[in-house]
């Protein structure tokens, strides 16, 4: 098999935007030039959303400017809007995720404005970029909108043609709030690596509901090579009611290589830094490898297994 995969790490920004305590910059700076080092493909540093929004994040500039690049990492940011994009160009992003729900409601409550406002907004912004640094688009509530419940596949591939059309390098298909399941996955993924063979498409998936990893497996399944995944299994949606975790980084991670994938990842640094999580977020994290080891992790048998043994 050795299939490979690319993932892309997101705690510090999906994960570290929605946490009650601010999360001191150096900190941040720490963990993203730790997960430099464990083989991700690209990491989701920060978001250059207004501060008043995301408070968490309000050092986006200070965390870009602070860490240490590592060659053959992207560093992507997530941007809202035009002021977005200018504070992203100069903290010299290597890529810039733009995002939009394709649930009405959930892109008023998130970004406060209609779909077609959204859509236009952005379109200004991959014009206002004009191809100097890639874009990847994140289409939020792909699978379903807590508030108003199914958003059709045909809406999906909608929005993904009117960004192709556009030129974006990359689309992001978010499950924002966990209502994916994985046959509904298998669909969307086979339906989009057909329509949209060019582009570099990214599976995006929360646990909210114990799905996650079944999405994963149905995903690289269908064919997707690109997946988000945070470090602890963090995560939400400050504007999703009910908004839980990502799938785990280092779960996702350790089960697609024990089924023979190369996810180009080194587990053991990786689940090492799971492990620190809980003291820099200040409490305990949904991840479930780092607190299990993983499956090649032998434990010793009770002394008195060997004196069955020998009878
Ligand atoms: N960076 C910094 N400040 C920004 C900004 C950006 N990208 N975009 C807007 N602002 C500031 C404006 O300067 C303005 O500040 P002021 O009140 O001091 O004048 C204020 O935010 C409101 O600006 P406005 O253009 O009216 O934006 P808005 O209030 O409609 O907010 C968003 C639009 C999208 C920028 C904002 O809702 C947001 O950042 N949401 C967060 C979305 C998010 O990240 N969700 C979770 C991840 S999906
Ligand atoms: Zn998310």
């Not at 180009?264 to 479930?288: C, D, E, F, W, Y």
């Amino acid at each position: 098999m050795m299939t490979r995969l690319y993932f892309n790490d997101v705690v510090t920004r999906d994960g570290f935007q929605i946490e009650t305590n601010f999360i001191p910059t150096d900190d941040k700076v720490k963990l993203i030039d730790a997960l430099s080092h464990c083989g991700f493909a690209k990491i989701e540093v920060t978001s250059f959303t207004s501060p008043k929004a995301i408070p968490m994040l309000r050092d986006a500039e200070e965390v870009m400017g602070k860490i240490q690049r590592v060659p053959g990492v992207e560093y992507t940011v997530l941007v809202p809007n035009l002021r977005g994009a200018e504070r992203a160009f100069e903290s010299k992003a290597d890529e810039f995720n733009l995002v939009m729900s394709t649930s009405e409601t959930h892109n008023l409550a998130n970004l406060r404005m209609g779909r077609e406002k959204s859509f236009a907004g952005l379109s200004a912004v991959i014009q206002y970029v004009d191809a100097r640094v890639p874009i990847n688009v994140s289409l939020s509530t792909a699978f379903g909108c807590p508030m108003e419940g199914e958003v059709s596949q045909a809406v999906v591939e909608e929005f993904a043609q009117r960004f192709a059309d556009l030129g974006v390098r990359g689309l992001t298909i978010c499950d924002t709030t966990g209502m994916a399941n994985p046959e509904q996955v298998k669909q969307m993924c086979e339906a989009l690596l057909k329509r949209f063979p060019a582009l570099q498409l990214t599976l995006h998936f929360h646990n909210t509901r114990g799905m996650g990893l079944a999405n994963v497996l149905a995903a690289v399944q269908a064919g997707i090579v690109r997946f988000d995944g945070s470090l602890g299994g963090l995560g939400g949606c400050p504007y999703a009611p009910g908004a839980s975790g990502n799938i785990s980084s280092e779960d996702a991670i350790h089960m697609l290589d024990a089924m023979g994938y190369d996810t180009g990842i080194n587990i053991s640094k990786l689940i090492g830094l799971a492990r620190q999580l809980p003291t820099i977020v200040g409490h305990a994290v949904p991840g479930q490898v780092a607190k299990a080891g993983c499956t090649y992790d032998l434990h010793p048998a009770p002394p008195y297994v060997e004196e069955l043994r020998a009878r």
